[in-house]
T-cell receptor, first 113, second 113 residues
Framework: GENVEQHPSTLSVQEGDSAVIKCTYS??????FPWYKQELGKGPQLIID?????GEKKDQRIAVTLNKTAKHFSLHITETQPEDSAVYFC????????????FGTGTRLTIIP | DAGVIQSPRHEVTEMGQEVTLRCKPI?????LFWYRQTMMRGLELLIY????????DSGMPEDRFSAKMPNASFSTLKIQPSEPRDSAVYFC???????????FGPGTRLTVL
């Protein structure tokens, strides 16, 4: 089955700086890669996703890049703000017809004012 | 739409008692997923349904766990008998179709004493 590794497990950045979180996956048939943000006491919420037919996707201060050859994808947050502090999870979904998401272990991001 | 609704939000019970967690998916979503989140094991998929039919229950830890979806707007996850190691946050998520975004509920925090 799919295996997703996520690094780092914790990340602290100064407000206004950029943050990068990286994930690798094992199943070359995976074709859908969402990123979720989980705030304290809440369920994970989708913030951005990418499919295997594109290499990069951007939404305001958030971007995701995908390298299918190397089987890794990354989340980039620019101009970080205190409200970006949360736990972020990457996930991968295997070939079409398999609706299961495999999640990474999470990154606790802290924005230092 | 109100999003995915879960009840109760918190449950404290004693070992050996039966616990029932409830979920109402987003209207019109065909897929429903049950996850468990712990510090040690992260987010684990327990079971998922498509059009009220269980598709994959390979993540259900043991026979003490059971899940049902009697109709498109309601699902339950039951633990009988409960054990302290079942203490975790249980999330329900729904999705419009296979390979699509999963929307998570707020979770139920279960504590088994």
């Amino acid at each position: 089955g799919e295996n997703v590794e996520q690094h780092p497990s914790t990340l602290s950045v100064q407000e206004g700086d950029s943050a990068v979180i990286k994930c690798t996956y094992s199943d070359s048939a995976s074709n859908y890669f969402p990123w979720y943000k989980q705030e304290l006491g809440k369920g994970p919420q989708l913030i951005i996703d990418i499919r295997s037919n594109v290499g990069e996707k951007k939404d305001q201060r958030i971007a995701v890049t995908l390298n299918k050859t190397a089987k890794h994808f990354s989340l980039h947050i620019t101009e970080t703000q205190p409200e970006d502090s949360a736990v972020y999870f990457c996930a991968a979904q295997s070939n079409f017809g398999n609706e299961k998401l495999t999640f990474g272990t999470g990154t606790r991001l802290t924005i230092i004012p | 739409d109100a999003g995915v609704i879960q009840s109760p939000r918190h449950e404290v019970t004693e070992m050996g008692q039966e616990v029932t967690l409830r979920c109402k998916p987003i209207s019109g979503h065909d897929y429903l997923f049950w996850y468990r989140q712990t510090m040690m094991r992260g987010l684990e998929l327990l079971i998922y349904f498509n059009n009220n039919v269980p598709i994959d229950d390979s993540g259900m830890p043991e026979d003490r766990f059971s899940a049902k979806m009697p109709n498109a707007s309601f699902s339950t996850l039951k633990i009988q008998p409960s054990e302290p190691r079942d203490s975790a946050v249980y999330f329900c998520a729904s999705s419009p179709s296979g390979g699509d975004t999963q929307y998570f509920g707020p979770g139920t925090r279960l504590t088994v004493l």
